[in-house]
């Protein structure tokens, strides 16, 4: 039986106002080369951390044994399903890389690494451009909510909560930058860089340079973060299978994590568009007085 699904999640969820933050923030980036590299140097850095989380509540949940116990099991060491929770959490962190694929961080890097060249950016630019401090206290407030405590079933499932939020507003993420880039500044800009790029090499192997993005999802398409989220409500399932309390209160955990993944990303969107647009400003300024 299914206790929860998508709409018990996004029920309470504002999609414009959400996906207005992302998309103002895009297509500020997307009017000049060095904002552009600004922003997803700002999105490969958060994305990177967050991939690595996955792996960490996987662990924390795995190790909390006797924590979920199958109720139709008598025998207390055949009834311990905790690995089977971390399993459908850990099938996300499994597409960030395996032996046979490129990590998704490797992707991203290739995707940064086209956005320098395409502003024309050397490395010593490129040096230059560091985490800034609210992004690094945004990296410490997505470390803190994603990898949950190992033994603390309300710790577990907000993890998994903010675990769950972070695939489906990925997949709205990713869809947008593919939208704004090769949509809506079509044949321009990037999107003209972008159709003359040569495939980036990758452990031997040839990748085009916007194959992190449509991996996660593509306008008017999807990608792997569908999979992802279906994976966490599977496991929110399992949980709800697996706990003596009422199915409210595990809905109640995995909301507060739901909800507080959704505001780590707004501010995030949020810092990037401010970043970007006095980026723009400093250099219109500078413009001005050349002439």
């Known amino acids: ?157 907000r993890g998994m909560g903010f675990h769950l939020a972070s695939e489906i507003l990925g997949d709205r993420e990713y869809a947008l930058i593919d939208q704004v880039i090769r949509y809506e500044f079509a044949g321009t800009r990037f999107d003209r860089y972008l159709q003359q790029a040569a495939s980036g090499n990758i452990d031997g192997h040839k990748f085009h340079p916007w194959c992190w993005i449509v991996i996660h999802s593509r306008y008017q398409g999807a990608g792997v973060e569908v999979e992802h989220s279906n994976y966490a409500l599977a496991a929110l399932n399992l949980v709800a299978q697996c706990r003596p309390e009422p199915k409210q209160q595990i809905a109640e955990w995995a909301l507060q994590g739901f909800d507080e993944f959704v505001s780590l990303q707004q501010r995030l969107f949020q810092e990037i568009h401010r970043e970007c647009f006095e980026l723009r400003q400093c250099y219109e300024a500078k413009a001005t007085v050349s002439i």
């Open 1 to 157: 039986m299914l206790y929860f699904s998508t709409d018990l999640f996004e029920q309470n969820l504002d999609f414009a106002t959400l996906d207005s933050a992302v998309h103002i923030s895009i297509k500020e980036a997307a009017q000049s080369p060095n904002a552009l590299y600004l922003f997803f140097h700002r999105y490969t850095y958060f994305n990177g951390y967050a991939s690595a989380m996955i792996s960490r509540l996987a662990n924390s949940i795995g190790l909390s044994r006797y924590l979920f116990l199958q109720p139709d099991t008598a025998v207390l060491e055949e009834s311990d399903r905790g690995m089977e929770i971390a399993a459908k959490i850990l099938t996300a962190a499994a597409d960030e890389g395996t032996y046979e694929n490129p990590s998704h961080r490797a992707l991203a890097q290739l995707t940064l690494k086209t956005v320098g060249d395409y502003a024309n950016l050397s490395a010593a630019q490129r040096n230059q451009i560091a985490a800034p401090i609210w992004l690094e206290q945004l990296v410490q407030s997505l470390i803190a909510g994603y990898q949950g405590t190992s033994g603390s079933i309300e710790s577990l499932v």
